[in-house]
């Protein structure tokens, strides 16, 4: 609290910046504590020959000196352990921290990257801070900095170092974000130009871009009052998606659907992120998701692979079930897609990896977004198509890729990838997916066919089935869409519960049914006990919508009872409907038991 004071109120001599960056403050930190600009302040001290040092990592406890590439930077030293590489660098910018959104998927960019660069005779060195990681351990690359993934300490090794480049595009957003600062600083970044990486990420530049192509969009509005929303909001009707400007995997996203909602919203955005705009955007309902992964060069596209969401668009990208290749677009939204795709990428000057996102109602697409960096889904569609995107980005980058277009859409078996979720680790939590990312992790499995593959993957979240006792609580309309697999399920022998309006349902159709009251009615047979006593093998609750996620409601209990008693749940109609077919129409015990290696042998 000292040295902030006297960083508030005095000059900025050698003596107190030298301790305040002992202490740990940020250049950052400094500069808005006087009231200027990071750059400023980071002339000064260098000015005044203040910087940090190369230390490297004791895995010896001191035992013997240390000859690790372990490295970090610190303020608390006089001399470097090391000198700078002999040979000029690529420099690989990791993810950071695990956390909802930047976790493993990145790393394997990384890793693959760095593994690409040494084949080719690269010297390699990468900047990462997180100990979970592969990329972390030192053998990975000829240097390995354990630092932060910040502006001022990735420009602190790079002067110290010498570099050919830096790779900004496989750390997901947090190393994408400082491709334009990096750029500006004049440091050479590989790959798309950082204006390019820069006009995709800017919301209004993107829009301009896609208008100019002529491509769809959602319609959309920068909001800075709680009237312009309002307004905006009537314009175009309920639901609208409303996020801060900037939002890492989904956060503090939410989907509104009326007034009231809205307010709270604003009122809650504006503590979240006070230095930016909330931006609006129309809700396409009943939209299918599809996304492209890819790579290009130039412009050109060299690879590509066209994935599709079994959830339909709410439902953020890291939380969704992705099939690829898709099963179930039609071919002319797929050569839609593909041309906008290609419109885009050759419009941004694309050299490396890309992400693009679309939403689809029959032919109709638009575009969400582009993301020009690797995305999550890259280990996946990689493993699945037997094509690594990143060592072809990598080749493009450094401009040694043979000129060839890749095939990736036939395929003669199908992969799903199916989200992993911690709800039983974060108590009180709703388990439903929606447009903010909740997963932690994934599976994938492939199948001959998509039930197949589907099934696998539940299988290998490991949400065991113990009997054939099911429970259906299922609002709004949405219950005749189970109608038919449930009515098949009763002839295979399974026991159906359900609460008052699923039961007076399916039981008119001919469905049997065990009716359950509501825990709110207090009265037996109560789905609450039912579920305590873990009466049933499988919970299928499907909230009426969004709008009734509420704490308090009766569908809310039900969801998280089913997950602090490890009873198997599923919240979205479209994985209900498959889930159950993979029931009536699959054999477990005939589903074929191949390596990933058989199957791409089919190619």
């Not at 159906?496 to 009265?523: C, M, P, W």
């Not at 006593?533 to 609750?541: A, C, E, Q, R, T």
Request: charged fraction near 25%; aromatic fraction near 8%; include cysteine.
């Amino acid at each position: 609290v000292g040295v902030e004071e006297q960083l508030r109120s005095k000059r900025l001599s050698h003596n107190l910046i030298k301790t305040a960056k002992a202490m740990g403050f940020s250049d950052n930190n400094i500069a808005k504590l006087k009231n200027t600009t990071e750059e400023r302040i980071r002339k000064d001290r260098i000015r005044k020959g203040i910087t940090p040092v190369i230390k490297q990592i004791d895995t010896l406890a001191g035992e013997f000196a240390a000859e690790t590439n372990y490295l970090y930077t610190t303020y608390h030293g006089s001399t470097h352990d090391v000198s700078p590489c002999k040979t000029a660098s690529t420099i690989v910018l990791g993810s950071g921290p695990y956390c909802i959104g930047s976790s493993v998927e990145f790393d394997w960019c990384a890793v693959n990257t760095v593994q690409t660069l040494r084949q080719m005779g690269e010297h390699t060195i990468i900047i990462n801070s997180n100990p979970e990681t592969v990329s972390t351990d030192y053998d990975e690359s000829d240097r390995l900095y354990f630092e932060e993934i910040t502006l001022e300490r990735v420009r602190d090794i790079v002067d110290f170092e010498k570099t050919k480049g830096i790779v900004v595009s496989v750390g997901g957003q947090v190393a994408n974000n400082l491709a334009l600062p990096l750029h500006k600083a004049g440091y050479p970044i590989l790959g798309t130009p950082a204006t390019s990486i820069d006009q995709a990420e800017n919301r209004k530049n993107f829009s301009t871009l896609l208008n100019q192509l002529c491509i769809d969009q959602p319609a959309w509005q920068e909001i800075t009052t709680l009237e312009k929303a309002k307004k905006f909001a009537k314009d175009v009707g309920y639901p609208v998606l409303v996020r801060p400007s900037y939002v890492l995997s989904g956060a503090a996203m939410n989907t509104v659907f009326n007034e009231a909602e809205l307010k709270k919203y604003l009122h809650d955005a504006t503590v979240i992120s006070p230095d930016h705009p909330v931006v609006m955007s129309s809700f396409i309902s009943n939209a299918k998701e599809l996304e492209v992964d890819g790579v290009a060069d130039r412009g050109k596209i060299v690879l590509e692979a066209i994935s599709e969401h079994i959830e339909n668009a709410g439902i953020h990208s890291g939380d969704a079930t992705i099939v690829i290749p898709p099963q179930r677009l039609y071919l002319e939204t797929i050569r839609r897609t593909k041309n906008i795709t290609r419109k885009i990428v050759e419009a941004l000057n694309i050299t490396g990896p890309f992400n693009i996102q679309f939403i689809a109602i029959d032919n109709a697409i638009k575009v969400i977004e582009c993301n020009v960096r690797a995305a999550r889904s890259f280990p996946f569609v990689s493993k699945v198509t037997d094509h690594n995107f990143i060592e072809t980005a990598v080749q493009v980058m450094l401009g040694k890729h043979k000129k060839k277009h890749y095939e990736t859409l036939e395929l003669d078996y199908v992969g799903v990838k199916t989200p992993q979720f911690s709800y039983s680790r974060l108590k009180g939590a709703n388990p439903v997916a929606h447009v903010e990312m909740a997963s932690t992790g994934e599976v994938a499995c492939l199948g001959e066919n998509l039930l197949e593959a589907f099934y696998s993957s539940w299988l290998a979240t490991e949400q065991n089935i113990a009997g054939k006792r099911i429970l259906a609580s299922i609002g709004g309309d949405r219950k005749v869409r189970l109608l038919a697999e449930l009515q098949k399920l009763e002839e295979l022998g399974w026991e159906i519960y359900s609460t008052e309006n699923t039961h007076d349902f399916i039981t008119r159709r001919g469905v049997a049914s065990h009716f359950l009251y509501k825990g709110s009615q207090e009265l037996e047979p109560n789905v609450i006990s039912t579920i305590a006593n873990k009466s049933v093998d499988l919970i299928i609750n499907i909230p009426r919508s969004v709008q009734t996620m509420s704490h308090h409601t009766d569908g809310y209990k039900i969801r998280r009872l089913a997950i602090d008693h490890n009873i198997p749940l599923i919240t979205n109609i479209h994985i209900a409907q498959m889930f159950l077919q993979c029931l009536t129409e699959l054999d477990p015990n005939k589903i074929p038991v191949k390596s990933w290696q058989e199957y791409v042998k089919q190619r």
